[in-house]
Every structure is written in structure tokens, then in C-alpha cells.
């Protein structure tokens, strides 16, 4: 899988991935388990991007949950108890898939709620707490776990420390570890370079997979498909820079930084967008075709 894909498609596949490794063991254990832990659970990224991914794979493979299980967790940094945490704010951002509507949606939710456990992730101690919670329900299951992915939806300045704790703490004895890192990859090259190194000293190369979730946007993943259905016809001009006279990159969002200041203020708007998002819409507009 490639190292910069789409957050969301890559969120999928790699849940895809957990359920077709499920079927291969379960033919010959049923009794077998898959977990996901989202760290920043409660966060703008987690709330847009990445539980409504989960949710629609909870939806559209929960035929593969009666021969391998999935465990779910999020965490979110606060004093409450986990089972204070209010689902309700989270709920209203899940879409059911094509196809499921009206009592089967709501079913879905609801049985997702009760599916998802909500810890809280405040120091080590609440990363063996972790192992603590996943050791005693695969052992109530009387199953063994699979392997583990880790989605760090937080901001890259806690990326190393989270790593080490996974490294730690948190490494399955058995099975295989994933940890998802989103954009930006730290301030500058020195950062980014600085924190890669740091990473690399808790984490093998295949359990890391960096992602910037804009390149899953249903525009932009028209733009490839678009160049390639109006290059071919010889009635049209071919890409290039004799038939296109000029290309503009306009970013336009309503969404204000409410819940999101503190990033802001240690990023910037240009670290946030520029150099990944716009930059990467240029590049497909300007590349030469995949295939």
C-alpha cells in the first residue's frame, strides 16, 4: 500500500485488510479478534474523517463479526470516567451506507454505540490500562487477537511520545501493529526528518503508514479519471502546456478553527493546507498518467 494515499480510502483498506486476514484464521480458529484504537477519538479530524469510515465498514462487514471479532476503542483526553463520554455528539456525524435507511440506520448506530468502548488517555499508565481492557475481552471471548491499529488522530507534536507508549506498553505479544500518522509530518524538512528518526526508534518501517486524509475527497480523486476520459479523444488537445493556458487552485471552506485554535496557533494555515493538500491537487493536475 502506497505511503500517501487517501486518509479515509486508506482507513478502509486497512480495515478491509483486518477482515480478510479474519477469514483466512477464522477457517481454522473462529475464535479470533481484531482491534482498532483511535487516540484523539473526540478531536475535528476523528469526528469528520475517520469514525464515519469505521462506522460504514462496522455497517457492511458485520457478517465477518461472527467468525472474527473487532474490538473498538477511542480515547480522548479528560478526567471523566469513560463511561461518562457522550456518543451523541459523535452519532451525528455517521452516515450509513447506500442501501441502509431509515430502522436499519438506527439500529446500525445504536449497535455501533454500544460497540465502541471510550477510554480516557492521559499519561503510561492509561496505555496498560488498554492492555489491561483488551487482555480481559479477549479472554471473555475466550479468542485470541489478530493484530492492532493505532490511528493518531492528534496533533504530530505528540507523535513520538504516543509511539513510544505504543512501543512500551501497548505492542501486541502476538500478531501484527499498525500505527496511521496523519499530515503535516512536522513544522519544516528539519522537523519532519527529526521526527521521522524518532519514530523509527519505536516503529519498523511496514508498521507506519503516513497519510493526508484530502487526497480522499471525491473532487480530487476525480481529477486522474478526468485527465484520462479528455486526453484520449483525438478531437480534444492533449494535456500539456501548448493547450492549457492557465491552471488556479482555489480553496474555499466555511469551516471556521473552532475546536482547532491550538493546532492552528502551533502549525499555521499554510503548513495545514499549502504545502500538502493544494500542492498535491497541482501535482495530480500536472502529472503524467498512473497507467
Known amino acids: 500500500i502506497p505511503k500517501m494515499v487517501p486518509r ?23 475464535s479470533c479478534g481484531n482491534t482498532i484504537v483511535v487516540i484523539g477519538s473526540t478531536g ?32 480522548y483526553r479528560s478526567t471523566k470516567n ?26 446500525a448506530k445504536r449497535a455501533f454505540e454500544a460497540h465502541v468502548r471510550f477510554l480516557p488517555f492521559n499519561s503510561e499508565d492509561d496505555f496498560r490500562s488498554l ?9 471473555e471471548g475466550n479468542s485470541f487477537e489478530l493484530g492492532r491499529l493505532f490511528y493518531l488522530a492528534i496533533p504530530p507534536s505528540a507523535y513520538s511520545s504516543v509511539c513510544r507508549n505504543i512501543d ?22 528539519e522537523s519532519a526528518e527529526q521526527l521521522a528518526q524518532k519514530v523509527a526508534e519505536y516503529l519498523e518501517e511496514d508498521e507506519v503508514y503516513r497519510i493526508d486524509h484530502y487526497l480522499g475527497k471525491t473532487g480530487v480523486q476525480q ?12 478531437s480534444l488537445p492533449p494535456w500539456n502546456a501548448r493547450s492549457v493556458q492557465r491552471i488556479e487552485v ?14 492552528f496557533d502551533e502549525y499555521g494555515i499554510l503548513r495545514d493546507v499549502h504545502q500538502n493538500h493544494l500542492t498535491e491537487i497541482l501535482a495530480r493536475l500536472l502529472s503524467d498518467p498512473i497507467f
Not at 13 to 26: K, N
Not at 168 to 189: C, I, M, N, S, Y
Not at 250 to 263: A, I, N, Y
Request: hydrophobic letters at 40%.
Open 223 to 234: 481529477i486522474v479519471p478526468f485527465k484520462e476520459n479528455n486526453g484520449e479523444s483525438p
Open 8 to 30: 479515509v480510502i486508506l482507513t478502509k483498506i486497512l480495515i478491509t485488510l483486518i477482515f480478510v486476514c479474519a477469514r483466512e484464521v477464522a477457517s481454522a480458529n473462529d
Open 131 to 139: 492492555v489491561r481492557e483488551l487482555e480481559r475481552s479477549y479472554a
Open 168 to 189: 512500551t506498553h501497548a505492542r501486541p505479544a502476538k500478531g501484527w501493529l499498525r500505527v496511521v500518522l496523519e499530515k503535516p509530518f512536522g513544522r519544516d524538512q
Open 82 to 107: 469513560a463511561g461518562e463520554f457522550n456518543f451523541s455528539s459523535l452519532n451525528s456525524q455517521l452516515t450509513c451506507p447506500l442501501g441502509v435507511g431509515g430502522e436499519l440506520c438506527d439500529r
Open 250 to 263: 482555489v480553496m474555499k471552506e466555511r469551516l471556521d478553527v473552532k475546536g482547532r485554535t491550538q493546532f
Open 44 to 75: 475535528d479530524l476523528a469526528r469528520r474523517y475517520v469514525w464515519p469510515a469505521v462506522f460504514e465498514n462496522f455497517v457492511l462487514r458485520q457478517e465477518s463479526f461472527e467468525k472474527c471479532a473487532l474490538l473498538t476503542f477511542g480515547t
